[in-house]
């Protein structure tokens, strides 16, 4: 349960660093305009060998509608939100639970 409080921290600290990513880049555009990076336009710029590997283990050992489709789609989501659905996901499944004293007589 401690191990899930850490991690959900440290996914919604990734989440906060690439809202600030995004925000400081719509300043900079002077438009205003909110600049999503997408969770693979991202991955390709930190990573890019393990992006190309990763794209082609999962076209070789599965259907390539798993990529084409499914993964594909899951990266096209703004960085942010993907790390903080995690982080969410994650501080619920290891929240602290209530204790409920039961008394049998």
């Keep these: ?6 991690l959900a921290g440290v996914l919604l ?7 600030i990513y995004d925000g400081t880049r719509a300043i900079e555009s ?10 693979g336009e991202q991955w390709s710029k ?8 990763a794209q082609a283990a999962v076209r070789r050992y599965t259907h390539p509608f798993v990529w084409d489709g499914l993964i594909q789609r899951l990266l096209l989501l703004p960085t942010w939100a993907v790390f903080a659905s995690l982080g969410l996901l994650a501080a619920y499944t290891g ?8 008394f049998a007589n």
Excluded: C, I, Q, Y
């Design 13 to 19: 600290l990734v989440a906060v660093v690439a809202g």
């Design 95 to 102: 929240r602290r639970r209530r204790r409920v004293n039961v």
């Design 30 to 39: 002077r438009g205003g305009e909110m600049a999503m990076t997408s969770l």
């Design 46 to 53: 930190v990573a890019p060998v393990s992006h190309k590997n």
């Design 1 to 6: 349960m401690g191990f899930l409080r850490f």
